[in-house]
């Protein structure tokens, strides 16, 4: 269907055709959902927030609560204070949660609503919090919206009240999937590190089904685990995109060590990710389950690695997710032939140009920020790919050039089991392998000649 | 959630008790309470969900590049040739346009659309944030049609602008704006244009195979399924038809003043109103040859239908469903469809419902039913324990809402992947209810009332007398 796309690239400065990203309120939206009762509110018209609820909704197929400023034209012309007082009131009257996560929309930060005055002028219950992110639709991406949104937890309410640091450390995750953030709470556990992970969407976006509609699922970091951020001995940040400046902001405040590090992804990235925790504990042993996770994993790797060695892949999404994938997938013996994200920064770029030089791949790999999917595409059409991995639209390029697809990050609204199996870890990358493996035999078995069709594989 | 009732002081006047004796009224077509979880949308949701269908124009959202990611082929409106539609274009502003204007970007970009694409007609979607930056979309449409000698047509859709049937009207323009002059033709055939139909999982077509059938032509499905040069042409069509009443009566009540066609109500779901609406577009034709042909189409259609329906019924004796869909019109049809089959409304809501409307769903149902107007999921989630209802008919929000409930789900809005229009329709219809509340999947969220074992008994019977 997507046949219209040409293999001819023409340079386009000021149109976007299959973004590869998506604006920054629902990011916030989604981290706010990882805080233990708490009802994100987003600043602006009804349709910003009926489509984040809607999206989030597709992708974790479980109720996305979440209130809305309602603007309409009055709201633009005398500004939005009573929309968002009147709408915090009612937010608190009768739904009650503990917290309210308030986003700005394009809208709300064009008419140049301030937020801090209206929140401080608005009759709130006492024991009940309000915190807000500047989230305009017309910087970053989704991701962005995420880390501002993290950050804002920790500028809102961490605070520093013992002399010596506590041995906790504070874990930040990234925008990663709910499964993610319970695996990497189980290494934390293992290593048996006292730690506050923060948002943790676990247990919110993919609550069990008890029969009842919870508006606030058990899951969540709390208020005072996010107050408690000040007093811990490090941070350790997933992803810089989406992590680092909640980190860097504990630093500035509260002199709380930041350590930023990728989304474990891949055997290399969770290694990295393990022996920093060490390093913070003065251990010197991983903990016996997760050396046979990870022998395992390897074992699969050695097992399987005639399958995936020297297949061309293209990768896109978000930029921590990918960062990370790119070093997995070189780690297995496959080329990146195109790593595409939407979200903007030079320094992605730069990450993956180092990853490519540093293996030799500099002159057939190609990265780029700031892209789209239409020139993913193109350049796919230039030169084939024998595997993609993203989220589902890349079911459309998939489809025309009969690629397979795995499908990593968000949004994934054609499948389930992202929000329940995870990508990050030893046990992630296990999964990662078995996806990829799986796509990339699938295929062989469908289109292989008659005399090549086996058995054994 | 509490078990008590929690609904807003504000939002009182918005639901309704049905009690015959009583002559009581809701409140509707009003703008959403401040801070309530609301299940509505805005003007370019409107807007775009009516107008996306067009499948060979480009549709150009000048916006931040949310408005275009979300609502990149949600639509599920199937073509029969061109797929561009299903693309997602946009200007994907940045805060130097919002500082300083997007008129140059939006020019740049329908400058780059043509060099891609050549299409004959781009709409140029406006969002929120581009109507209060003001960027002159009339203005740099009309100028890039004279350059390029395309239509470029603006489509006034800024978010914070009303709510979605607004944008319903903003769609409704930007077709009219498309629409040619009326040609002086010596056509003999019937000839209607079939609005508020947008093709989801082919449903136009089922309607168009019908009016074939009885020697109806179909001149353009609005906007299911259609091209650009199919809607230019809509003037020359004896007789409007309106399925979706929210979005297109306007249109063709514009269409009555500009081109003297005039339009009838028509509605497709369930046998009863596909075979009546048939009947009446036969009627309409004045041909006594259509009007036998449309005898014979529906008596057979009707038994055929009928008798499938019934092997189902005996499995859906008893249920009750709770109805939340966006317009009125479908909320009314849905009920009496539902009654078609035996299964009668216990809730009923919508999130754009007229006064009229709200009446004929207060005259349809029964006393005790529940009628909400631009509800959320608290009060939804109370009344449905209230009224015991087993099934909830809604869209996408509503949909993970219902299954933690322990509730079967229809999804009745953009996403459905059958048909659920004409006969065929109500047999995929009642077959989908079937599926949902006598899935065996229930019985183990109910496993604590025993309810559930209860329904599988009943279950186990009924597909034992099949």
Not at chain 1, 333 to 339: F, L, N, Q, R, W
Not at chain 1, 423 to 447: C, H, M, N, Q, W
Not at chain 2, 48 to 77: E, F, K
């Given at each position: 269907?997507?046949?219209?796309?040409?293999?001819?690239?023409?340079?386009?400065?000021?149109?976007?055709?299959?973004?590869?990203?998506?604006?920054?309120?629902?990011?916030?939206?989604?981290?706010?959902?990882?805080i233990?009762?708490?009802?994100?509110?987003?600043?602006?018209?009804?349709?910003?927030?009926?489509?984040?609820?809607?999206?989030?909704?597709?992708?974790?197929?479980?109720?996305?609560?979440?209130?809305t400023s309602?603007?309409?034209?009055?709201?633009?012309?005398?500004?939005?204070?009573?929309?968002l007082?009147?709408?915090?009131?009612?937010?608190?009257?009768?739904?009650?949660?503990?917290?309210?996560?308030?986003?700005?929309?394009?809208?709300?930060?064009?008419?140049?609503?301030?937020?801090?005055?209206?929140?401080?002028?608005?009759?709130?219950?006492?024991?009940?919090?309000?915190?807000?992110?500047?989230?305009?639709?017309?910087?970053?991406?989704?991701?962005?919206?995420?880390?501002?949104?993290?950050?804002?937890?920790?500028?809102?309410?961490?605070?520093?009240?013992?002399?010596?640091?506590?041995?906790?450390?504070?874990?930040?995750?990234?925008y990663v999937?709910?499964?993610?953030?319970?695996?990497?709470?189980?290494?934390?556990?293992?290593?048996?590190?006292?730690?506050?992970?923060?948002?943790?969407?676990?247990?919110?976006?993919?609550?069990?089904?008890?029969?009842?509609?919870?508006?606030?699922?058990?899951?969540?970091?709390?208020?005072?685990?996010?107050?408690?951020?000040?007093?811990?001995?490090?941070?350790?940040?997933?992803?810089?995109?989406?992590?680092?400046?909640?980190?860097?902001?504990l630093?500035?405040?509260?002199?709380?060590?930041?350590?930023?590090?990728?989304?474990?992804?891949?055997?290399?990235?969770?290694?990295?990710f393990?022996?920093?925790?060490?390093?913070?504990?003065?251990?010197?042993?991983?903990?016996?389950?997760?050396?046979?996770e990870?022998?395992?994993?390897?074992?699969?790797?050695?097992?399987?690695?005639?399958?995936?060695?020297?297949k061309?892949?293209?990768?896109?999404?978000?930029?921590?997710?990918?960062?990370?994938?790119?070093?997995?997938?070189?780690?297995?013996?496959?080329?990146?032939?195109?790593?595409?994200?939407?979200?903007?920064?030079?320094?992605f770029?730069?990450?993956?140009?180092?990853?490519?030089?540093?293996?030799?791949?500099?002159?057939?790999?190609?990265?780029?920020?700031?892209?789209?999917?239409?020139?993913?595409?193109?350049?796919?059409?230039?030169?084939?790919?024998?595997?993609?991995?993203?989220?589902?639209?890349?079911?459309?390029?998939?489809?025309a050039?009969?690629?397979?697809?795995?499908?990593?990050?968000?949004?994934?609204?054609?499948?389930?089991?992202?929000?329940?199996?995870?990508?990050?870890?030893?046990?992630?990358?296990?999964?990662?392998?078995?996806?990829?493996?799986?796509?990339?035999?699938?295929?062989?078995?469908?289109?292989?000649?008659?005399?090549?069709?086996?058995?054994?594989? | 959630?509490?078990?008590?009732?929690?609904?807003?002081?504000?939002?009182?006047?918005?639901?309704?008790?049905?009690?015959?004796?009583?002559?009581?009224?809701?409140?509707?077509?009003?703008?959403?309470?401040?801070?309530?979880?609301?299940?509505?949308?805005?003007?370019?949701c409107?807007?775009?969900?009516?107008?996306?269908?067009?499948?060979?124009?480009?549709?150009?959202?000048?916006?931040?590049?949310?408005?275009?990611?979300?609502?990149?082929?949600?639509?599920?409106s199937?073509?029969?040739?061109?797929?561009?539609?299903?693309?997602?274009?946009?200007t994907?502003?940045?805060?130097?346009?919002?500082?300083?204007?997007?008129?140059?970007?939006?020019?740049?970009?329908?400058?780059e659309?043509?060099?891609?694409?050549?299409?004959?007609?781009?709409?140029?979607?406006?969002?929120?944030?581009?109507?209060v930056?003001?960027?002159?979309?009339?203005?740099?449409?009309?100028?890039?049609?004279?350059?390029?000698?395309?239509?470029?047509?603006?489509?006034?859709?800024?978010?914070?602008?009303?709510?979605?049937?607004?944008?319903?009207?903003?769609?409704?323009?930007?077709?009219?704006?498309?629409?040619?002059?009326?040609?002086?033709?010596?056509?003999?055939?019937?000839?209607?244009?079939?609005?508020?139909?947008?093709?989801?999982?082919?449903?136009?077509?089922?309607?168009?195979?019908?009016?074939?059938?009885?020697?109806?032509?179909?001149?353009?499905?609005?906007?299911?399924?259609?091209?650009?040069?199919?809607?230019?042409?809509?003037?020359?069509?004896?007789?409007?038809?309106?399925?979706?009443?929210?979005?297109?009566?306007?249109?063709?009540?514009q269409?009555?003043?500009?081109?003297n066609?005039?339009?009838?109500?028509?509605?497709?779901?369930?046998?009863?109103?596909t075979?009546?609406?048939?009947?009446?577009?036969?009627?309409?034709?004045?041909?006594?040859?259509?009007?036998?042909?449309?005898?014979?189409?529906i008596?057979?259609?009707?038994?055929?239908?009928?008798?499938?329906?019934?092997?189902?019924?005996?499995?859906?004796?008893?249920?009750?469903?709770?109805?939340?869909?966006?317009?009125?019109?479908?909320?009314?049809?849905?009920?009496?469809?539902?009654?078609?089959?035996?299964?009668?409304?216990?809730?009923?809501?919508?999130?754009?419902?007229?006064?009229?409307?709200?009446?004929?769903?207060r005259?349809?149902?029964?006393e005790g039913?529940?009628?909400?107007?631009?509800?959320?999921?608290?009060?939804?989630?109370?009344?449905?324990?209230?009224?015991?209802?087993?099934?909830?008919?809604?869209?996408?929000?509503?949909?993970?809402?219902?299954?933690?409930?322990?509730?079967?789900?229809i999804?009745?809005?953009?996403?459905?992947?059958?048909?659920?229009?004409?006969?065929?329709?109500?047999?995929?219809?009642?077959?989908?209810?079937?599926?949902?509340?006598?899935?065996p999947?229930?019985?183990?969220?109910n496993?604590?009332?025993?309810?559930?074992?209860?329904?599988?008994?009943?279950?186990?019977?009924?597909?034992?007398?099949?």
């Amino acid at each position: 269907m997507l046949d219209y796309t040409t293999k001819e690239i023409k340079e386009r400065s000021a149109l976007v055709v299959n973004p590869a990203k998506t604006c920054q309120p629902i990011g916030a939206m989604y981290a706010a959902l990882g805080i233990n009762k708490c009802l994100p509110h987003s600043h602006g018209s009804q349709g910003c927030c009926s489509y984040h609820r809607m999206h989030l909704t597709r992708h974790y197929r479980d109720p996305i609560a979440a209130s809305t400023s309602s603007f309409t034209e009055g709201a633009c012309v005398f500004g939005g204070k009573s929309n968002l007082s009147k709408g915090l009131q009612t937010v608190f009257s009768v739904y009650n949660p503990d917290i309210v996560a308030v986003n700005t929309t394009c809208l709300s930060e064009t008419i140049g609503d301030d937020l801090t005055e209206i929140i401080k002028s608005t009759d709130l219950p006492e024991d009940k919090v309000v915190i807000y992110a500047n989230t305009p639709s017309y910087t970053g991406s989704h991701v962005t919206g995420f880390s501002n949104m993290t950050k804002a937890m920790v500028s809102s309410l961490a605070e520093k009240v013992l002399e010596t640091p506590t041995t906790t450390v504070n874990v930040i995750p990234g925008y990663v999937e709910p499964s993610d953030m319970t695996e990497i709470k189980k290494m934390l556990k293992l290593l048996d590190m006292p730690s506050i992970m923060f948002p943790d969407t676990s247990g919110v976006v993919n609550a069990p089904n008890k029969g009842k509609y919870e508006m606030y699922p058990e899951g969540g970091v709390t208020i005072d685990e996010l107050k408690a951020t000040g007093d811990s001995v490090a941070t350790v940040a997933l992803g810089s995109f989406a992590s680092e400046a909640a980190a860097f902001e504990l630093e500035k405040k509260f002199d709380v060590e930041p350590y930023v590090l990728k989304t474990p992804i891949g055997i290399k990235a969770t290694d990295e990710f393990l022996m920093t925790l060490l390093s913070l504990t003065g251990d010197v042993f991983i903990p016996e389950e997760l050396e046979v996770e990870r022998g395992q994993l390897l074992d699969v790797m050695i097992d399987v690695h005639h399958h995936y060695h020297g297949k061309k892949v293209a990768i896109f999404g978000d930029p921590d997710i990918i960062i990370a994938l790119t070093e997995f997938v070189i780690d297995l013996g496959m080329i990146p032939k195109y790593v595409i994200t939407g979200t903007p920064g030079k320094r992605f770029e730069r990450e993956i140009n180092e990853m490519f030089k540093a293996h030799g791949l500099e002159d057939e790999c190609i990265v780029k920020a700031e892209e789209d999917l239409m020139t993913l595409h193109q350049l796919i059409k230039n030169e084939p790919v024998d595997i993609l991995i993203g989220n589902t639209y890349g079911k459309y390029i998939a489809r025309a050039e009969d690629i397979p697809l795995v499908r990593v990050g968000f949004p994934i609204l054609d499948r389930v089991g992202h929000s329940y199996f995870p990508t990050v870890g030893y046990k992630g990358a296990l999964r990662l392998i078995e996806k990829i493996s799986t796509a990339i035999l699938d295929k062989y078995d469908r289109i292989c000649p008659e005399e090549d069709f086996e058995l054994t594989m | 959630m509490s078990k008590d009732p929690i609904i807003l002081e504000d939002r009182k006047s918005f639901v309704l008790l049905n009690e015959k004796k009583q002559n009581n009224t809701i409140d509707c077509e009003k703008d959403s309470v401040s801070g309530a979880v609301s299940q509505r949308a805005c003007v370019y949701c409107g807007a775009r969900v009516v107008l996306n269908p067009v499948t060979d124009a480009v549709h150009l959202i000048h916006g931040p590049i949310g408005c275009s990611s979300y609502t990149w082929d949600i639509r599920g409106s199937l073509s029969s040739d061109e797929e561009n539609y299903r693309n997602s274009y946009s200007t994907d502003l940045q805060e130097e346009n919002i500082i300083f204007g997007g008129e140059k970007k939006l020019e740049a970009a329908i400058d780059e659309i043509v060099e891609t694409l050549s299409p004959k007609v781009i709409f140029v979607y406006a969002t929120c944030v581009v109507g209060v930056i003001g960027d002159d979309l009339v203005g740099v449409s009309k100028k890039k049609s004279k350059e390029h000698n395309i239509k470029v047509i603006t489509v006034q859709s800024s978010g914070f602008a009303g709510n979605k049937k607004d944008g319903y009207k903003a769609a409704c323009h930007a077709l009219l704006s498309l629409m040619g002059e009326k040609k002086k033709s010596d056509e003999k055939d019937f000839v209607i244009n079939y609005l508020g139909d947008f093709n989801l999982a082919g449903e136009a077509w089922i309607i168009k195979k019908y009016l074939k059938e009885i020697g109806v032509k179909t001149n353009v499905v609005m906007t299911g399924d259609s091209t650009c040069d199919q809607i230019e042409n809509a003037g020359n069509s004896q007789y409007n038809i309106v399925q979706c009443a929210g979005s297109m009566t306007y249109l063709a009540k514009q269409m009555q003043m500009k081109y003297n066609i005039p339009f009838e109500q028509v509605s497709f779901f369930g046998v009863t109103d596909t075979a009546n609406s048939i009947e009446k577009i036969a009627l309409l034709s004045g041909d006594e040859a259509i009007m036998e042909k449309a005898k014979a189409l529906i008596a057979r259609e009707v038994d055929k239908t009928n008798a499938i329906l019934d092997q189902f019924m005996k499995r859906l004796r008893g249920k009750k469903v709770a109805i939340y869909v966006g317009g009125g019109f479908k909320a009314i049809s849905l009920i009496k469809q539902f009654r078609d089959i035996g299964i009668e409304s216990v809730i009923v809501g919508t999130q754009t419902g007229k006064k009229e409307e709200y009446k004929k769903i207060r005259d349809l149902t029964d006393e005790g039913t529940i009628i909400l107007d631009d509800t959320n999921p608290s009060e939804l989630e109370y009344f449905i324990k209230q009224t015991g209802a087993d099934i909830l008919v809604g869209g996408v929000k509503e949909r993970p809402l219902a299954y933690k409930l322990g509730l079967a789900f229809i999804d009745h809005n953009h996403e459905r992947k059958h048909p659920l229009c004409g006969f065929v329709g109500a047999v995929n219809f009642i077959k989908e209810v079937d599926l949902t509340v006598n899935s065996p999947v229930w019985t183990f969220i109910n496993e604590q009332g025993g309810e559930g074992y209860e329904q599988k008994e009943l279950y186990q019977l009924e597909r034992q007398s099949l």
